[in-house]
């Protein structure tokens, strides 16, 4: 059974930075393609970026273009997302998900990953 465990989040100033890593265990890495997802209270839950095995296959929203950047560790089994220049807006649960068709990844259609990690929180404030 695939796992996946999130770390890294925490409180943050804005204009701050924050490193989530996402551990992927029961498989290797290269069988998914992976994605982060965000939550803010009251609000549905979002695609932020994703990252597939086909070369160039990476994807971020609108909202974090330029401020966030995905990258993976295959001997590690993991999957980091950069945060950069972080605003209150910024603030959610974040969690990683994994689709099993790991040449393309998707952010628009959230039924495609079927497996799901537990979450970190992310609050950007003064």
């Known amino acids: 059974q695939l796992q996946l465990a999130e770390s890294g989040g925490g409180l943050v100033q804005p204009g701050g930075s924050l490193r989530l890593s996402c551990v992927v265990s029961?498989?290797?890495?290269?069988?998914?393609?992976i994605a982060w997802f965000r939550q803010a209270p009251g609000k549905e839950r979002e695609g932020v970026s994703c990252m597939g095995n086909a070369e160039g296959s990476t994807r971020y929203a609108n909202s974090v273009k330029g401020r966030f950047t995905i990258s993976r560790d295959m001997a590690k089994n993991t999957v980091y997302l950069q945060m950069n220049s972080l605003e209150p807006e910024d603030t959610a649960i974040y969690y990683c998900a994994a689709d099993d068709m790991p040449r393309l990844c998707v952010l628009s259609y959230i039924p495609r990953y079927g497996f799901w990690g537990q979450g970190t929180q992310v609050t950007v404030s003064s």
């Open positions: 029961g498989s290797t890495l290269d069988k998914y393609a």
